[in-house]
């Protein structure tokens, strides 16, 4: 039986519900971003995004992830998100078909697609990269915690 993807705009319960539930890899690099709680950063990823890009991903009715893109105040830019449940692991290979039409949508209306993400997590790295994301760049936020820029262009 073929696993059912759904996407749908993030509830406040779906909110709670991943910042209780987040992966070590989220955990560690929403520490090494920001001084804010899980709950908090959740809170905040999803209000800052674009109405147009934020969305809840459920695989048979369990969630996996909650992500976005957030207009930057550069012109044309947006940071591209996700934060996720381990249960991720398992739906990868569909979560990335559906991503690529995501990200075409995205840059439809952004001309660059452009955030951090935690050296650390070298799983997702790979994953950007398979989706046509370039590393461009190391900057570090907070001493001893090094951080790569990715980037898409349209």
Same mark, same amino acid.
């Given at each position: #039986?073929?696993? *059912? %993807?759904?996407?749908?705009?993030?509830?406040?319960?779906?909110?709670?519900?991943?910042?209780?539930?987040?992966?070590?890899?989220? !955990?560690? &690099?929403?520490?090494?971003?920001?001084?804010?709680? =899980?709950?908090?950063?959740?809170?905040?990823? $999803?209000?800052?995004?674009?109405?147009?890009?934020?969305?809840? $991903?459920?695989?048979?009715?369990?969630? @996996?992830?909650?992500?976005?893109? +957030?207009?930057?105040? &550069?012109?044309?830019?947006?940071? =591209?998100? !996700? @934060?996720?449940? +381990?249960? %991720?692991?398992?739906?990868?290979?569909?979560?990335?078909?559906?991503? /690529?039409?995501?990200?075409?949508? #995205?840059?439809?209306?952004?001309?660059?697609?452009?955030?951090?993400?935690?050296?650390?997590?070298?799983?997702?790295?790979?994953? *950007?990269?398979?989706?046509?994301?370039?590393?461009?760049?190391? *900057?570090?936020?907070?001493?001893?915690? =090094?951080?790569?820029?990715?980037? *898409? /262009?349209?």
């Amino acid at each position: #039986m073929a696993t *059912l %993807i759904a996407f749908r705009l993030p509830t406040c319960a779906d909110i709670e519900y991943l910042a209780a539930h987040l992966r070590a890899s989220d !955990l560690a &690099e929403l520490a090494a971003v920001s001084d804010l709680s =899980p709950l908090q950063a959740v809170q905040a990823s $999803v209000a800052c995004s674009d109405p147009e890009f934020v969305f809840a $991903v459920f695989a048979d009715q369990h969630l @996996l992830a909650i992500g976005g893109a +957030s207009p930057t105040l &550069e012109p044309g830019v947006a940071a =591209p998100w !996700l @934060l996720a449940t +381990s249960r %991720i692991d398992a739906h990868l290979w569909t979560l990335t078909r559906q991503s /690529r039409r995501i990200l075409a949508l #995205m840059l439809g209306k952004y001309s660059c697609l452009s955030n951090v993400i935690d050296q650390r997590q070298h799983g997702t790295l790979r994953w *950007l990269q398979s989706l046509g994301f370039s590393l461009t760049e190391t *900057l570090v936020y907070k001493p001893g915690i =090094p951080l790569w820029r990715f980037e *898409l /262009r349209s």
